[in-house]
């Protein structure tokens, strides 16, 4: 299975219990990011609506995913998650709902990517990073210490993104 073909059959369920397939952001990058409520990295949530009001009118997507897998800092129910992120953060991206991101449990994009990249490269911690380019293809993947808004990620979403209009 090639990048292109994996990414785009995988589908999130949203927080409020929407259909959430990649697909229907085929042709604009995406960002996927595991998160977590109560983690030293949840601040980078400010970060993430950042880089989603800074570029969605690009094509830009930011996803959250919420996990309990780290530390189980994301204890809370789906209302729960929703209720602080928008009271703490103002978070106006789409979020999925709760996930597995590692282990055999796993939401099957988190499979994917132990597969594409080994186990090496799944998220260590919460907030670990993984941008899709545009043609589905693994464009970059940051650890958690890296923030959403660091020179590093920007300039890939950049390179990613059309022109200004």
């Not at 996930?99 to 090496?120: N, Q, T």
């Not at 993947?141 to 979403?157: A, F, G, H, K, N």
Request: aromatic share 12%.
């Amino acid at each position: 299975m090639t990048a292109t073909e994996g990414v785009y059959r995988f589908e999130f369920t949203s927080i409020d219990g929407d259909r959430l397939p990649l697909h229907a952001w085929r042709g604009r990058p995406v960002l996927v990011v595991n998160t977590a409520s109560y983690c030293g990295y949840t601040p980078q949530y400010s970060d993430l609506e950042a880089l989603w009001q800074r570029y969605r009118g690009r094509g830009l997507v930011v996803l959250g995913v919420p996990s309990n897998d780290f530390g189980a800092q994301e204890p809370g129910s789906a209302v729960e998650i929703k209720r602080f992120c928008a009271a703490g953060y103002a978070v106006d991206f789409p979020l999925a709902e709760k996930s597995r991101v590692i282990g055999a449990e796993a939401h099957p994009f988190y499979r994917w990517i132990a597969e594409e990249l080994g186990e090496a490269g799944t998220p260590r911690w919460n907030f670990h990073k993984y941008l899709i380019g545009p043609d589905g293809q693994l464009a970059g993947t940051w650890p958690s210490q890296v923030v959403p808004t660091d020179s590093r990620i920007t300039t890939e979403i950049e390179r990613l993104l059309p022109n200004q209009p």
